[in-house]
T-cell receptor, first 113, second 112 residues
Framework: DGGITQSPKYLFRKEGQNVTLSCEQNLNHDAMYWYRQDPGQGLRLIYYSQIVNDFQKGDIAEGYSVSREKKESFPLTVTSAQKNPTAFYLC????????????FGSGTRLTVV | ELKVEQNPLFLSMQEGKNYTIYCNYSTTSDRLYWYRQDPGKSLESLFVLLSNGAVKQEGRLMASLDTKARLSTLHITAAVHDLSATYFCAVDSQGGSEKLVFGKGTKLTVNP
């Protein structure tokens, strides 16, 4: 079955630590996206990529980094520069003109301990 | 810059009643999407509306798009408890970036 897989489902980060969230899709989608969702809030775009080896900052990119070395994979690193990283992180993918909207992964819940 | 506004943000309704959620957006677009999110879960696609006048129905939910008014509605008919969730609309920002801009979501609670 085609889909988009995020791992881990839950992640705990210590102060000052970098952590990486995985996002893999086998839908042959060109574009991939990372969103952050805080409790009771909407979705805020962190980074997106429309093609391999290229990505753009979204609205809240500070403290985050991404790579797009393969079409199927778009990992997100939450760096120690992100002072308030506790949130629900959602990865999504789409065909390049997003005509059918996004397919979302199941999400990663990150907590600072 | 495209802005997407949903209202109401919170909706509590009784089973069996009808209600409408509104999604307004600020710049021209002819693509609009509705998603459902259950607590602690990801977003599930409900409707894809790709042209002016588009209407889609699935069960007790019906979505429509008026691109001239920059308005989409999600109408709930004879609500049941299972419809309790948060509903998001999203609009294609177009202009080459092809990314969706989401509303803040409408949290729907259907009470017995």
């Amino acid at each position: 079955d085609g889909g988009i897989t995020q791992s881990p489902k839950y992640l705990f980060r210590k102060e000052g630590q970098n952590v990486t969230l995985s996002c893999e899709q086998n839908l042959n989608h060109d574009a991939m996206y990372w969103y952050r969702q805080d409790p009771g809030q909407g979705l805020r775009l962190i980074y997106y990529s429309q093609i391999v080896n290229d990505f753009q900052k979204g609205d809240i990119a500070e403290g985050y980094s991404v790579s797009r070395e393969k079409k199927e994979s778009f990992p997100l690193t939450v760096t120690s520069a992100q002072k308030n990283p506790t949130a629900f992180y959602l990865c999504a993918s789409s065909i390049n003109d997003a005509a059918y909207g996004y397919t979302f992964g199941s999400g990663t819940r990150l907590t600072v301990v | 810059e495209l802005k997407v506004e949903q209202n109401p943000l919170f909706l509590s309704m009784q089973e069996g009643k009808n209600y409408t959620i509104y999604c307004n957006y600020s710049t021209t677009s002819d693509r609009l999407y509705w998603y459902r999110q259950d607590p602690g879960k990801s977003l599930e696609s409900l409707f894809v509306l790709l042209s002016n006048g588009a209407v889609k129905q699935e069960g007790r939910l019906m979505a429509s798009l008026d691109t001239k008014a920059r308005l989409s509605t999600l109408h709930i008919t004879a609500a049941v408890h299972d419809l309790s969730a948060t509903y998001f609309c999203a609009v294609d920002s177009q202009g080459g970036s092809e990314k969706l801009v989401f509303g803040k979501g409408t949290k729907l609670t259907v009470n017995p």
